[in-house]
């Protein structure tokens, strides 16, 4: 009996064996591999999507936040610019009034010296026509005078000439 509870031993450590090498050649088998080297592959797919996603979330993100920072700058440019530009046209506005006050002040001061001018000179014109008429009728009494007196003149010389002192 001892050969056969060898050989039975035999047989079962046989079973044994041949269970091991097929566990053996199980876990050596590539398609257990494969699976798990198939399933990192998907993990690592699908965590790169993962990252590509987020990163385009993050970069649209972005995006709207930069388009809307530039909006406001342009925003605020605009209204600086309009600021900038009414403050401008205020200035020149300002300019234009002080410009045409100064041109009124010297217009009206024109208008005076151009009075004042014009006052003068016809006093002046008045008081040489005034003296004019005095050398005038101071000119015609003097040829009245004289004229009497040529006339007399001329008198005494027909007097003495019909006289019969003067003809002796």
């Known amino acids: 009996m001892a050969a056969k509870m060898d050989v039975s031993a035999l047989v079962t450590q046989m079973h044994e064996t041949l269970s091991t090498i097929h566990d053996t050649i199980a876990f050596l088998n590539a398609t257990g591999h494969d699976e798990r080297l198939d399933e990192l592959e998907r993990r690592r797919d699908s965590t790169i999507q993962s990252l590509i996603d987020a990163f385009s979330a993050e970069s649209e993100s972005l995006n709207q936040k930069r388009k809307l920072e530039r909006e406001e700058i342009a925003e605020r440019r605009r209204i600086e610019d309009e600021e900038r530009e009414r403050r401008r046209r205020a200035e020149d506005e300002e300019l234009a009034a002080r410009d045409r006050k100064l041109d009124e002040e010297r217009d009206d001061k024109l208008q005076e010296e151009t009075l004042d001018i014009e006052e003068e000179t016809d006093t002046l014109m ?39 002192l003067i003809l002796a």
């Open 126 to 164: 008045n008081q040489v026509e005034e003296e004019a008429e005095k050398v005038v009728e101071d000119g015609k009494l003097r040829l009245k005078a004289l004229e009497e007196k040529r006339k007399a003149c001329a008198f005494w010389m027909t007097s003495l000439e019909h006289s019969p």
